[in-house]
């Protein structure tokens, strides 16, 4: 939950319009490498637990001929996905490496605000999406107090029914398919990108 490695997000031309340069950069500290092989290793002990015995059959993947730590992590490297919730691409702060301020205010650059999971500093120990949700209403009353919510006029969020069903009116755009990591994108004045087919 806490990886060493650290991604950037760059500016790929001074065009607004223009998709960012993101580098993930997994497994580029290898102390996230040795991380993840013991945490294989962690499950493959909870997964021989005798309480598991009626369920277990086999090791599917990696397979039990895969016990050294090269082979280990090696597998780790051709399989590791992203649990896609990155954060601290606008990190809130007030030194050097901060992009906003406590007022979500981008420094250095009138009239833009951030306002989403990249703002948080490092990554929380629970899942990114209900910590938003949790600081969803203090950024909701920083930008309603600056006059930012009257400019915009719109609610990110589809309000539902109890059906879950969208409900639609001249406050509520309708929904589209974000890009991950749209914090950069919000950065330069873009709010959502359709993703290609």
Same mark, same amino acid.
């Given at each position: 939950?806490?990886? =060493?490695?650290? +991604? ?12 960012? *340069? ?8 290898? @102390? ?13 002990? #909870? ?10 059959? /086999? ?5 039990? *001929?895969?016990? +050294? ?5 090696? /597998?780790? @490297?051709?399989?590791? !996905?992203? /649990? ?6 606008? *990190? #809130?702060?007030?030194? !050097? ?5 406590? =007022?979500? *205010? ?17 990554i929380p120990s629970a899942n990114t999406n209900a910590t ?12 309603? !107090?600056?006059?930012?919510l009257d400019a915009m006029r719109c609610c990110p969020f589809? @309000? ?11 406050h509520v755009p309708p929904p589209v398919r974000a890009r ?5 994108? !919000? ?5 959502? =990108?359709?993703?290609?087919?």
């Amino acid at each position: 939950m806490r990886p =060493h490695s650290r +991604d950037t997000v760059r500016l790929s031309s001074a065009q607004p319009g223009a998709l960012p *340069r993101l580098d993930p950069n997994y497994l580029g500290d290898d @102390r996230d490498l040795a991380t993840m092989v013991q945490g294989l290793r962690l499950a493959r002990e #909870i997964g021989q637990a005798g309480a598991l015995d009626d369920w277990r059959a /086999y090791e599917m993947k990696p397979g039990t *001929r895969t016990d +050294d730590d090269a082979a280990l992590q090696a /597998y780790v @490297r051709r399989s590791l !996905a992203s /649990y896609f919730h990155p954060v601290g691409t606008c *990190r #809130i702060g007030e030194d !050097a490496l901060a992009v906003v301020d406590r =007022h979500l *205010r981008v420094h250095g650059v009138g009239g833009l605000r951030v306002a989403d999971g990249s703002v948080m500093p490092s990554i929380p120990s629970a899942n990114t999406n209900a910590t938003v949700f949790v600081r969803s209403p203090n950024a909701l009353r920083t930008c309603s !107090a600056a006059g930012v919510l009257d400019a915009m006029r719109c609610c990110p969020f589809p @309000r539902a029914d109890p059906d879950n069903r969208p409900v639609r009116d001249r406050h509520v755009p309708p929904p589209v398919r974000a890009r991950p990591l749209t914090a950069p994108c !919000a950065a330069a004045g873009i709010e959502r =990108h359709e993703l290609p087919e």
